[in-house]
């Protein structure tokens, strides 16, 4: 995510691929040279911000109610990593620091 993955990221893909750049975790990105993304095989190249997707309070319903759709017909499946109970913020955050889980990090509180 970032300056350390992004020249690999774009070597990875195959002619007209696309590259979604999201985040900078390691740094941010050195400007691209266009004629890169010419000689790696006509690749596209985007940097998507959220605010973009949902201008308006009906398009941010609409996605919304799509990924609620999904997750009941079980297209899309959350993968929880680890659990803790809200006592246990702080293990939470250090584990979510840690970058050793694959998955999300969940505080749970008790109704």
Do not use: C, Y
């Amino acid at each position: 995510m970032g300056k350390t993955t992004f020249d690999g990221s774009l070597k990875s893909l195959r002619k007209r691929g696309t590259m979604v750049s999201f985040g900078n975790a390691s740094g941010p990105v050195a400007p691209v040279d266009i004629l890169s993304l010419t000689s790696h095989g006509s690749l596209m190249l985007t940097r998507p911000t959220v605010a973009h997707f949902v201008e308006d309070r009906a398009e941010l319903q609409q996605r919304v109610a799509d990924v609620h759709q999904w997750f009941s017909e079980g297209k899309l499946k959350l993968r929880v990593a680890k659990e803790f109970s809200l006592a246990e913020a702080k293990q939470a955050h250090e584990a979510l620091e840690s970058r050793k889980f694959a998955g999300k990090i969940m505080l749970k509180v008790k109704q």
